[in-house]
């Protein structure tokens, strides 16, 4: 077992850990042809740098995030800005399902621990792909529910409070060092678990067990392999 504790709660990030985040393939498929070819990269790329950026500041609803971060991006790269495909976009983001492997080793990980997931959705984006991932957790907590979105240090304080837990006794695990693990080391979240999905640098000095196959995370929490 990778952790000397015995967990009350293995808390999880959702979107783009074990939701699919599939955002910039609907940007892309919403947009068409207004987003042409020479630019949709830089596009893509800026508006995600605006979504952290816009979940930085006060709360806002997370289809407020999407907008502002479209409308900024259009701005920036020279595009009409069309209020109508940002909340398209938004609407599209319940239907995204698991990576592969994620509801069975979730399963198998509920058998050893309480499971909770803590994410920047809405409230009711976050029940409809909590439904998604077809697994038991025992408390779903949204950006809208504590008023903040991660990486404000607040959200984790609020996640601590609701579930009546001191950091050493959770195990956090999230495919983002940037949204997730740089905040969980700063409030003391010791035992943290990486998965690496290749959208972000391996940053190891924050002090988590990496991973890249989600079949290895129930492993970490003593259960053989099947």
Not at 33 to 40: K, N, Q, T, W
Not at 115 to 134: G, M
Not at 208 to 222: M, N, S
Request: proline fraction near 7%; aromatic fraction near 10%.
């Amino acid at each position: 077992m990778a952790f000397d504790i015995k967990p009350k709660f293995a808390t999880f990030d959702m979107n783009g850990t074990l939701i699919k985040f599939s955002i910039n393939d609907t940007m892309r498929e919403i947009l068409g042809d207004r987003l042409p070819a020479g630019v949709a990269d830089e596009y893509l790329r800026i508006c995600k740098a605006y979504r952290i950026d816009e979940c930085t500041g006060a709360y806002q609803p997370f289809h407020q995030v999407v907008a502002r971060s479209m409308e900024r991006a259009s701005r920036r790269v020279g595009l009409e800005y069309c209020e109508d495909e940002a909340r398209a976009v938004y609407e599209r983001i319940p239907t995204w399902g698991p990576y592969p492997g994620v509801t069975e080793a979730l399963n198998r990980l509920a058998e050893a621990v309480p499971l909770v997931i803590i994410t920047n959705s809405d409230t009711a984006h976050a029940v409809r792909l909590a439904e998604n991932l077809k697994a038991p957790f025992e408390v779903v907590i949204s950006a809208e529910e504590m008023g903040v979105y991660k990486p404000r240090l607040s959200a984790f304080e609020y996640m601590f409070d609701k579930l009546g837990v001191t950091p050493d006794e959770i195990v956090h695990v999230s495919a983002s060092p940037m949204y997730d693990h740089r905040p969980a080391a700063i409030m003391g979240i010791e035992n943290k678990v990486y998965v690496d999905r290749g959208f972000e640098h391996d940053e190891h000095w924050l002090g988590y067990e990496r991973i890249t196959d989600i079949a290895d995370l129930p492993v970490l929490f003593g259960l053989p392999r099947p």
